[in-house]
């Protein structure tokens, strides 16, 4: 357990509360109303996805912090609720799912990060490949940035990063 909150597999029926999660994460970055309503429908979770082996919650009892999926070589979702940012909890989240891709047989987890999150990505060794398409009725050129994340988890050292367990001379 990591202070008051512990990762563990999402519950069935809180499919309700991982949605709300998500769209108060998306929203905490100042996305316009109508950016949210256009984009909220895509944004719920099916219960499905909470019976998925490789999605994973981080909770403080009955309130959920963060959740996180990833499907084969892909990171679907990650989300921190906006009062439990800078806990570590994205992190932490994210190290799980590297831990099962790379026990998958996984090199790499490929993303498309929302573009207030590409700081964090880095932070965590990723890399922008290319861009993704998402359009909208208020920016049609929108894109969104693909990453490349290294499932061995890397850290910043000079001159570039290094694997999490070496020294960084």
């Known amino acids: 357990m990591q202070g008051s909150w512990h990762i563990r597999r999402p519950r069935p029926g809180e499919w309700r509360a991982v949605s709300r999660l998500v769209l108060r994460s998306k929203a905490f970055w100042g996305y316009s109303e109508r ?10 979770v099916p219960p499905r996805t909470l019976a998925r082996a490789d999605c994973l919650v981080a909770a403080r009892g009955r309130r959920l912090l963060g959740y996180g999926v990833r ?9 921190v609720a906006p009062e439990a940012m800078g806990r570590g909890i994205g992190r932490t989240l994210l190290d ?8 998958a047989g996984h090199a790499m987890l490929v993303l498309d990060a929302d573009p207030f999150a590409v700081g964090f990505y880095r932070r ?17 050129s929108r894109r969104l940035p693909r990453m490349r994340l290294p499932v061995r988890r890397t850290v910043p050292c000079r001159g570039g990063y290094s694997a999490a367990s070496a020294s960084c001379g």
């Open 71 to 79: 499907r084969g070589g892909r990171l679907d979702d990650l989300f």
């Open 124 to 140: 965590q060794g990723a890399r922008i490949v290319g861009w993704t398409p998402s359009p909208w009725p208020g920016d049609p």
């Open 35 to 44: 950016f949210m309503a256009h984009f909220a429908p895509g944004m719920r």
């Open 96 to 103: 799980r799912l590297r831990r099962h891709a790379r026990a």
